[in-house]
């Protein structure tokens, strides 16, 4: 038979009536040919390898997509946005599961081209479409079609349909940020190397270029809450049933995210336990046994972890994944006044680490009744914009949680004068989030754009030697460079690599977004100077080596900031500010986020729901702003016509 171990563990799940792995793989190339064509989420496929980050990229890309049906395809992928009628039910009409029998038509169809026939081609000359690549050890499967017999690497294509070629070099992105969100955002992360694909469906491998930036922000995050006096600590990821349903409130509307183990090795376990999907239910019992009196008072606790939440719509990487890293602050306190304070405390580290971190504007806020953590008191955020998709985005909640838990889990205190009281508790959380925000906010055609305080490398030095250049000289004074910039805390490296051209580094690292390259050619070494590039902006300066230090950290400095302006101005610029229902709707299709006048009613808002339902998802209230504007006597709600109460953010969101 023929072999595809690469796919093996998909097959069980993907088999036709025939063949069942030749099938699994017939039936998942006719459809990304047929996404692909279409534009969607399947990336264009070129070749994979057995067990390859292809292989499995392609399949965790396909397989949710594929399963959806298309009602959801169109909500779930902008670009289906513009197809024609006629392309959409070409789609529709060609939507077939794969335990359809029909896709094995199509693997007898295929055109097998051996490996000896192969070498002696150009694939693009063919104008054919490489689809894959097996390795085969015994060929009788496909000798019945194809008369040959023999091992070694077949590769699978499909003619025709000639499609833009990608550079062998892999770099370069085949979506723009404008014409294709979606794919240019799945993209960028993988091909910035932040993260890889992964089998399972909405969970990524966060790559150390990710994990960098994610340390970055930990380091801040964790130093600030440590002079606030909260401790860290680590609670297991298991959470035991009846604990998890004790408060009936807060899990109510989130039981069909909760993962469960039920089994070990074939065993069925005599309890499933689940997994953490915050640890509210997994900290309290043991808030409650702590606590006895005044003096251990306040309890501030933080844990740096990660939860699962078994999320079924359209997974992103880091924006809505199934397994996240996070911080979670769980803080008990013997007054309401100490847990106010904190819950804003808090909420100032969030917009620190979006403002002046990540150089992302947010609004600070507070939650809708209908948007505030169930179990909860009341709920602040901060919230960030995504212009190019008209959503607002959480961007990191601060609870204060009231005396509700401490009720459920019996956190009472005695006071001074031996009178007993219950806590007051907030918790609150940001996680890798950010980093998705970072990118959807700074990135652009040439990838991923850091923003220098959380770029693990600020700086990158690539040599240009010419021909006849005193290539030694050049390589001596990238690494001189390094070491100055080094040794004043600049986070620098030098690309010495032989085997890459300075053309290919430069997109390379524009593609991996360091904020700053310096290049040093011979002219610059005659000179005693160096060649400075923005990625933000393009700008090129030729720096003397004499202020190198000095002029470097301005530059730094320049980018950090010309981001968040850049990024503030452009999120102003989709601010609307309204008063109608009618400008409402005409905002909202406009990707605006809209600013409104509100009853803050929680009926109200549910009916906003209600009447802006579609495809897209429907509106939402995002925050009420700290910040106000005037509110003049008798306002009227733009959705109820009842008297507003406070100026509301509102939009669609992630
Ligand atoms: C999903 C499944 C089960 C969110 C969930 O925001 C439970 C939950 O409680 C759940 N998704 N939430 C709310 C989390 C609230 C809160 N927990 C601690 C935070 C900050 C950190």
């Not at 505030?372 to 949680?401: D, K, M």
């Not at 009178?419 to 940001?430: I, L």
Request: charged residues 25%.
């Amino acid at each position: 038979m023929v072999e595809m171990s690469s796919f093996g563990c998909y097959g069980a799940e993907l088999a036709a009536d025939e063949g069942r792995n030749a099938a699994a793989l017939a039936a998942c190339r006719t459809l990304a040919e047929e996404l692909t064509e279409l534009q969607f989420p399947a990336p264009r496929i070129l070749a994979f390898k057995e067990g390859s980050s292809e292989s499995r990229y392609f399949v965790s890309r396909l397989i949710p997509a594929h399963k959806d049906p298309p009602y959801k395809q169109e909500a779930n992928f902008h670009s289906s946005k513009h197809l024609t009628t006629e392309q959409w039910t070409k789609l529709k009409s060609s939507f077939v599961h794969f335990d359809d029998p029909s896709f094995c038509e199509w693997i007898r169809n295929l055109k097998v081209v051996p490996p000896e026939k192969r070498r002696s081609c150009r694939r693009w000359d063919l104008n054919i479409d490489l689809l894959g690549v097996i390795e085969v050890d015994d060929m009788a499967g496909v000798e019945q079609r194809q008369n040959k017999s023999g091992g070694g690497k077949y590769f699978f294509c499909s003619g025709g349909k000639k499609k833009e070629v990608k550079k062998e070099t892999g770099l370069g992105l085949s979506f723009t940020k404008d014409e294709n969100f979606g794919e240019w955002y799945s993209e960028v992360v993988v091909n910035g190397e932040m993260i890889e694909y992964y089998d399972i469906s909405g969970c990524y491998i966060l790559r150390p270029w990710a994990i960098s930036i994610w340390e970055i922000m930990q380091t801040f995050f964790d130093a600030e809450i440590k002079k606030m006096k909260v401790k860290n600590c680590y609670f297991p990821l298991f959470v035991s049933p009846g604990v998890l349903q004790k408060e009936k409130d807060h899990i109510e509307g989130f039981a069909p995210e909760v993962a469960w183990v039920t089994k070990s090795g074939e065993s069925e376990l005599e309890v499933p336990i689940a997994i953490r999907p915050t640890s509210e239910t997994v900290m309290y019992p043991y808030y409650s046994k702590w606590i006895r009196g005044h003096r251990d008072l306040p309890l501030k606790l933080n844990q740096w972890c990660n939860v699962v939440r078994w999320e079924f719509s359209n997974p992103t990487p880091f924006i809505r994944s199934r397994e996240f890293l996070w911080q979670e602050g769980h803080t008990a306190f013997a007054t309401k006044e100490e847990a106010d304070t904190e819950v804003l405390q808090i909420l100032e580290l969030y917009r620190c680490i979006y403002e002046e971190f990540l150089a992302i504007p947010v609004t600070k806020g507070r939650k809708s009744e209908l948007e505030t953590f169930a179990g909860g008191l009341y709920t602040t955020s901060v919230e960030a914009f995504i212009p190019n998709t008209g959503r607002g985005i959480q961007g990191a909640t601060s609870h204060c949680l009231g005396q509700n838990f401490a009720k459920m889990f019996e956190i009472n205190f005695e006071n001074e004068k031996g009178e007993k009281g219950m806590v007051w508790q907030n918790s609150w959380a940001y996680s890798t989030r950010t980093i998705g925000v970072m990118v959807m906010v700074h990135g652009d055609d040439k990838g991923l754009v850091l923003p220098p305080k959380v770029a693990a490398l600020q700086l990158i030095v690539i040599p240009v030697p010419y021909k006849d250049a005193d290539t030694q000289g050049i390589f001596d004074a990238c690494v001189a460079t390094v070491a100055t910039l080094s040794d004043a805390g600049i986070r620098a490296e030098a690309d010495l690599r032989d085997n890459y051209s300075p053309g290919w580094k430069y997109s390379n690292w524009e593609m991996k977004g360091v904020p700053l390259r310096i290049e040093i050619g011979p002219r610059d070494l005659a000179n005693n100077q160096v060649r400075a590039v923005r990625r933000d902006n393009g700008a090129k300066t030729d720096i003397s080596r004499v202020f190198l230090v000095e002029q470097v950290k301005g530059m730094l400095d320049k980018i950090q900031q010309n981001l968040f302006d850049v990024a503030k101005q452009k999120r102003d610029a989709c601010v609307e500010v309204l008063k109608t229902w009618e400008e409402f709707v005409t905002a909202l299709g406009q990707k605006k986020l809209i600013l409104a006048p509100w009853c803050d009613e929680e009926d109200v808002e549910k009916d906003v729901k209600a009447r802006t339902k579609g495809d897209m998802g429907a509106a939402k209230s995002l925050c009420t702003p700290f910040e106000q504007p005037e509110l003049p006597e008798g306002t009227k709600c733009f959705a109820s016509g009842k008297p507003a109460k406070k100026w509301t953010y509102w939009g669609r969101s992630y």
